[in-house]
């Protein structure tokens, strides 16, 4: 069993930053995608930014050139680095891996960002 441990979120005012973090903690697993996602009220869950095993990166349209997602595979963890946030950016953000060697999806308890001034 794997569990997604999420921290980082919080309230900042526009243009501000924040980084998320989560760290997955269990053993006998290889993480080979690490995502996050968010959900805004009365919205659907979407994609934010996933990286592959191999670095290769992708991130939504709203939020390229702002965000930044990294991994850290010594320390079973990833992160969101969000600057220049806005207020379309407040949302519940969940982080999300697909691990194996038996293929699993797991996704953290979400952290809430919330862009006001």
């Known amino acids: 069993q794997v569990q997604l441990v999420e921290s980082g979120g919080g309230l900042v005012p526009p243009g501000g930053s924040l980084r998320l973090s989560c760290a997955a903690f269990?053993?006998?697993?290889?993480?080979?995608?690490w995502g996050w996602y968010r959900q805004a009220p009365g919205k659907q869950r979407e994609l934010v930014s996933r990286?592959?095993?191999?670095?290769?990166?992708v991130y939504a349209d709203s939020v390229k050139g702002r965000f930044t997602i990294s991994r850290d595979n010594t320390k079973n963890t990833v992160y969101l680095q969000m600057n220049n946030l806005k207020p379309e950016d407040t949302a519940v953000y969940y982080c999300?891996?697909?691990?194996?060697?038996?293929?699993?999806?797991?996704w953290g308890q979400g952290t809430q960002v919330t862009v006001s001034s």
């Open positions: 269990g053993s006998g697993f290889t993480i080979y995608v």
């Open positions: 990286i592959t095993n191999d670095g290769t990166t």
């Open positions: 999300y891996t697909h691990l194996g060697p038996t293929p699993t999806n797991y």
